[in-house]
């Protein structure tokens, strides 16, 4: 049985930083794509980043610069560093593992965390 549990969310102010962490219980994180996706309401959930199995990692162009992503394969942990954080940036943050490689769509992403609010005041 595959699990992900994210942590890390909360209410910051603008330009402040959270980090999220996501631990992965049955998949080994090394071997998959990992992404972080976000849904801000009313909105569809939208691709921020991922890491592949190579260690090669991508961004959004909205986070680019900004947020960084990373794996501890000792830990089976995927985290998102996320910096100069902008109201724009709130939203429910979830991380998934792919079942598609090398995509950033969510639908070729098959396990999914509950996701972790990040709130970014103004």
């Known amino acids: 049985q595959v699990q992900l549990v994210e942590s890390g969310g909360g209410l910051v102010q603008a330009g402040g930083s959270l980090r999220l962490s996501c631990a992965v219980s049955g998949r080994t994180v090394s071997l998959y794509d990992m992404g972080w996706f976000r849904q801000a309401p009313g909105k569809e959930r939208e691709f921020v980043a991922r890491i592949r199995s190579s260690g090669s990692v991508y961004y959004a162009d909205s986070v680019k610069g900004r947020f960084t992503i990373s794996r501890d394969n000792a830990k089976n942990t995927v985290a998102l560093q996320m910096n100069s954080l902008k109201p724009e940036d709130t939203a429910v943050y979830y991380c998934?593992?792919?079942?598609?490689?090398?995509?950033?769509?969510?639908?070729?992403?098959?396990?999914w965390g509950q996701g972790t609010q990040v709130t970014v005041s103004s």
């Open positions: 998934a593992t792919a079942r598609v490689p090398g995509s950033r769509n969510p639908d070729d992403y098959e396990f």
